[in-house]
């Protein structure tokens, strides 16, 4: 057993003892006494690293995703908002997901205050505790090589490189489902039932984080408890029950507290039309999103399997791996699907309690199943939800390679691992293919690297340790090159917006469920670096002056800004429309407001929010509940975060929910809670209710804003147009 006693000795005690709390840290640095001296200081480096490299150029993204910034700053002015996840801290309405995942956010914001540091921070920390749980739980059942392996893998992954530095709700949502597989895998150990309990309350949180699809890999890890745990059939079943139960406590709480709760006192609850979250949950954010059949969003996808294309892209068993997917997520994809195979055959055999197979099957139904959803959904379907198979991919590939090499005496383990390097260099060759401007080198370099590795690892046998090392370098190096390059890029750039991908642009779809980035439109430019979003129509930032390039490939009429890159114009100006959906830059323009967020960017990117409107609304913004309304979420959310006063949002996130009826916004403007309307229209009369007629419910928005500009004084502040309702058109200007 490998010692520190080449460590200087620990000081001592009167007693001669040594001190607590030096033994504590001795250790933690140690780390378990069976593992090499290297594993633990191996394992606390690797965490640091990625702690760095996500850390890096942070602040690029300003705010973000501005429709959860304007959340989280709400949960921090008002409590009652951050219990309920309002976007607002007047309490409108709320966001379209349970508030999970703007509670670290809101409570970051609390303690450092507002700003895009405070807001992503909390999202780093997740990407690290990921790969911390991943390493534990590989390292407990292989090798502390694997965990390193496994934490590499998964830290290198473009789209956890995007995720885990965004505030969209998928990060968490991801770490949950990892403590959940790694809970399971503990209980799996002895059949203690603490385990299952605690997986079940990683569930249920995870439910509060992102609804339904924190339950898609329950099926497989159910069925793999009650078939190879180490109890009785009977206590199996019981645990399986206790970890229900707790799943229902977790997760069911805060849901009974809001539907329970009267309505009139809390606010709208966003993306239902009931104002029910059971309604949110089941409908939109649940079988919606398995069958298109959306109602108040902006448009279903394609009909359920069979590769049929909609607004949201073609769905299928290839959709991991088109153009508008593959890059983000299936550069290791095909070698995880090879580990697995590879895995399940060399533990066939094994007795039925075997933990490496459970692993496997673990790790692998996890990915199996949640793949296979996202693949065949024909509803709403983003580029970055593939995020929740990163940890599961990463692990097969720790697992595989650490089991395989430690088979490679045996010819068919070495043939293995030579077939997992080529197919995953040739893969890497295919993907680099589709951004040809990008690095246009790697691709071949990838290629002859990877397939010279395949030959050494297929002759290893023959080769001696020297040669067969530098095989399996070149093998690591061929797989780890293509997704080191588009994570690199993704650090070194910023994303805004409701829709980010990672990498280079690769063309793909574009807008609101494609694979691009969006134009110079919509969303906060961030202070430094590049700017990637995704945008439909015309857009603008936040009022923050561009000091790099922008990346751009929007729908619609994307209008390059001061400091736009050559390539963020010519990408940003392609004609509207998408797969399935012509004309779609026309039918979406003018939904945001002038000067910013034009169009989808209205929709997906928010408004541009200068000095003259923040003047204007933050004036007298305390006498009134509402310093402004406007329609859309985005929209509502940039101008709230520019002035720190609540906008009401009209309409949710796409302007189609019913709140507030007309009548309800009457009141309010009878009342003098309200005192700004920002206009739907380009900059005019007519706006004709923004994004109102996107959803199910079409009239409300267009009905209130029809009101407004009917009724009360136009009132102008920069770019920006705004009806004063405090002003009718009937009464003087005085």
């Known amino acids: 057993m490998t010692t520190l006693d080449h460590l200087p000795a620990p000081p001592q005690s009167a007693a001669g003892h040594p001190r607590p709390g030096l033994s504590l840290v001795r250790r933690a640095w140690r780390g378990r006494p069976e593992d090499p001296s290297w594993a633990r200081p191996a394992f606390l480096c690797m965490l640091l690293a990625i ?30 908002a951050f219990f309920f996840g309002s976007l607002d801290s007047a309490n409108a309405i709320t966001v379209d997901k349970p508030p999970a995942t703007l509670w670290p956010m809101a409570l ?13 921070f909390p999202q780093v920390l997740m990407g690290v505790a990921t790969a911390g749980v991943l390493y534990a739980s590989v390292r407990r059942r292989f090798s502390a090589a694997a965990g390193l392996i496994t934490m590499a893998v998964f830290a290198l992954t473009p789209v956890a490189a995007l995720m885990f530095r965004f505030n ?13 597989v790694y809970c399971v895998l503990r209980a799996m150990e002895d059949g203690r039932t603490k385990w299952l309990v605690w997986a079940g309350v990683a569930v249920g949180l995870a439910f509060l984080s992102k609804t339904l699809q924190a339950f898609l890999i329950l099926p497989p890890l159910a069925v793999l408890y009650a078939v190879f745990a180490p109890v009785s059939v009977r206590r199996r079943f019981g645990q399986l029950g206790l970890s229900a139960l707790s799943m229902l406590v977790a997760g069911g709480w805060w849901v009974a507290i809001v539907e329970l709760w009267p309505a009139s006192s809390r606010p709208y609850i966003g993306g239902s039309q009931n104002n029910s979250f059971l309604e949110l949950t089941f409908g939109y954010n649940g079988l ?25 892209g073609e769905t299928g068993i290839g959709r991991m791996f088109n153009s508008e997917i593959g890059s983000q997520i299936s550069w290791l994809l095909p070698a995880a699907l090879i580990l697995l195979v590879a895995g399940v055959w060399l533990t066939w055999r094994a007795k039925r309690t075997d933990l490496v197979r459970a692993a496997f099957l673990a790790w692998g139904s996890s990915l199996l199943m949640t793949a296979g959803v996202f693949s065949l959904m024909a509803g709403i379907f983003h580029q970055y939800y593939t995020v929740a198979l990163v940890p599961y991919i990463a692990a097969l590939i720790g697992m595989g390679v650490s089991v395989l090499w430690e088979e490679r005496s045996r010819w068919w383990a ?101 694979g691009g980035r969006g134009g110079p439109g919509g969303g906060m430019r961030p202070p430094t670096g590049n700017q990637q979003g995704t945008g439909m129509g015309t857009g603008g930032g936040t009022g923050m002056p561009p000091t790099g390039g922008q ?79 406007a329609i859309g979420s985005q929209n509502a959310a940039s101008y709230q975060l520019a002035t720190g006063d609540p906008v009401m949002a009209i309409g949710g996130f796409n302007g189609s929910d ?77």
């Open 414 to 514: 070495g043939a293995t691992l030579a077939l997992t390097v080529a197919v995953t260099a040739w893969w890497a060759y295919v993907l680099l293919g589709r951004t040809p401007d990008y690095l246009p080198w790697l691709r071949t370099a990838v290629l002859v690297a990877g397939l010279l590795g395949a030959v050494g690892l297929l002759l290893a046998a023959r080769l001696g340790r020297q040669l067969t090392l530098v095989a399996v370098g070149l093998g690591f190096a061929a797989s780890l090159a293509g997704p080191v390059a588009y994570t690199l890029n993704t650090l070194n750039t910023g994303h805004q917006g409701s829709i980010v991908t990672a990498g280079p642009s690769a063309g793909g779809m574009g807008g609101f469920g494609g």
């Open 168 to 180: 969209n709700p998928d990060a968490l949502l991801a770490l949950l489902m990892t403590a959940t």
């Open 108 to 120: 970051s914001v609390r303690v450092f205050g507002l700003g895009s540091w405070a807001i992503l």
């Open 658 to 734: 019913p709140s507030p009826t007309l009548s309800q916004f009457k009141k309010y403007v009878e009342d003098g809670r309200i005192h700004y309307f920002i206009s739907s229209g380009e900059g005019g009369e007519g706006g004709g209710g923004g994004m109102g007629g996107m959803g199910g419910n079409s009239g409300t928005s267009s009905k209130i804003s029809s009101w407004v500009e009917a009724n009360f004084k136009k009132v102008t502040a920069g770019s920006a147009t705004f009806y004063d309702l405090t002003r009718p058109k009937t009464t003087s200007a005085g």
């Open 51 to 80: 702690t760095a490299a996500y850390l890096w150029n942070l602040t690029a993204s300003g705010y973000a995703n501005s429709f959860y910034s304007a959340a989280a700053q709400a949960g921090s002015q008002s409590w009652k």
């Open 551 to 629: 990346q751009g490939q929007g729908q619609g009429q994307a209008q390059p800004q001061p400091g736009t890159s050559q390539q963020g114009q010519q990408q940003g100006q392609q004609p509207g429309g998408m797969p399935g959906m012509p004309g779609a830059g026309e039918r979406f323009r003018g939904a945001g407001g002038r000067g910013g967020g034009g169009g989808m960017g209205g929709l997906l990117n928010g408004a541009s929010v200068d000095a003259a409107a923040k003047k204007l609304l933050t004036a007298d913004a305390d006498a009134y509940t509402w310093s402004a309304a």
């Open 288 to 312: 919606g999103r398995i069958n298109g059949d959306e109602t108040g969003s902006v448009g279903g996808g394609g009909g359920p399997g069979g590769g049929a294309g909609g607004q949201w």
